[in-house]
C-alpha cells in the first residue's frame, strides 16, 4: 500500500515539476520578446524623430 502511494505521490511530483517548467519557460519567453519589442519600438521613435535628409 505505502509502496503505491509513494508511486502516485512522485508521479504527481514530476508532473507539478513540468508544469512549473513549462510555466518558467513561457514567461522568460514572453519577458525576452516583450524587451525585444520594445527596443523596436525605441528604434522606430527615433527613426521618426529624425529630419528627413
Known sequence: ???LFSIILVTRLTVMFRICVICLIIISLNIYLFH???DQIENVRTTINKPAI
Open 36 to 38: 525585444n519589442r520594445e
Open 1 to 3: 500500500m505505502m509502496q
